[in-house]
């Protein structure tokens, strides 16, 4: 059997994937990501001397939005109501960056991992804007997810 996209019917067209039949179920979703940058951007982001302002502390809140906003970002992503999710930075000196960590949790018929992703990426986002104008070199690699589970799928582990 030829796997499919649950995103299109039989004839290739795009549509919302019906969930009506699934049982609801604690699901969890954690994600991460890298922001590399120059040890000074890294030294001023920790330091919390940065131009604009507390840097990690408005990247946990752009991320937290983002997670809630999932639904209207992605298309055909269903709205959920997250019951929780949490953004945690590690700072890595070599390479020199900030880890981006993402945490969603949601009781639903549906999985959860977009929002974890979308926050990690919206945080990594929001570390460049507010420290772009020492660091145009930053980037960030490795938005992935890490770990999956609940829903008829069970977990997932990378």
Known sequence: MTPRLSH???KGEARMVDVSAKE???????????VSMAPTTLDLILSGTAEKGDVLATA????IMAAKRTHELIPLCHPLP???VT???ESSRDPPGLRVGAVAKVDAKTGVEMEALTAVA???LTIYDMCKSADRAMSFSGIRLVEKTG???GTFKR
């Open 87 to 89: 953004i945690a930075f």
């Open 151 to 153: 829903g008829r799928s």
């Open 82 to 84: 997250l019951t929780q």
């Open 8 to 10: 299109l019917n039989e």
């Open 122 to 124: 919206v945080a990594c």
């Open 60 to 63: 946990r809140i752009a991320g």
């Open 24 to 34: 609801v179920t604690q699901r969890t979703a954690i994600a991460e990501g890298f």
